[in-house]
């Protein structure tokens, strides 16, 4: 049984910054590797990185490549999402989801129910 809950989400300018944190409770947090996506209206859900159990390995969408940088801190059982150059094009609700790093939201097993980042031009 895990729950996650996102927060940091928010207004920003283009090419601001925001940090989004994903809070886990439950069993065996450091065991499951997460993930965040996004989701703009009308369009489906889509991967934006991933982490695995430890943090030594990553990996990014092509859209957010060295923009995102996606971390986890096991002890506070804490995954984020550090956003730099934020575009319009980011604009979504972002979730957080845990036991995969797979590109395919089906492949997930839990979901955070979202935080809205929208960024103005």
């Known amino acids: 049984q895990v729950q996650l809950v996102e927060s940091g989400g928010g207004l920003v300018q283009a090419g601001g910054s925001l940090r989004l944190s994903c809070a886990a409770s439950?069993?065996?947090?450091?065991?499951?590797?997460m993930a965040w996506f996004r989701q703009a209206p009308g369009k489906d859900r889509d991967f934006v990185a991933g982490?695995?159990?430890?943090?030594?390995?990553?990996v990014y969408a092509d859209s957010v490549k060295g923009r995102f940088t996606i971390s986890r801190d096991n002890p506070k059982n804490t995954v984020y999402l550090q956003m730099n150059s934020l575009k319009s094009e980011d604009t979504a609700l972002y979730y957080c989801?845990?036991?995969?790093?797979?590109?395919?939201?089906?492949?997930?097993?839990?979901w955070g129910q979202g935080t809205q980042v929208t960024v103005s031009s």
């Open positions: 989801a845990g036991g995969s790093m797979a590109s395919i939201a089906s492949m997930y097993d839990y």
């Open positions: 439950g069993r065996t947090f450091s065991n499951y590797a």
């Open positions: 982490i695995n159990w430890s943090g030594g390995h990553t």
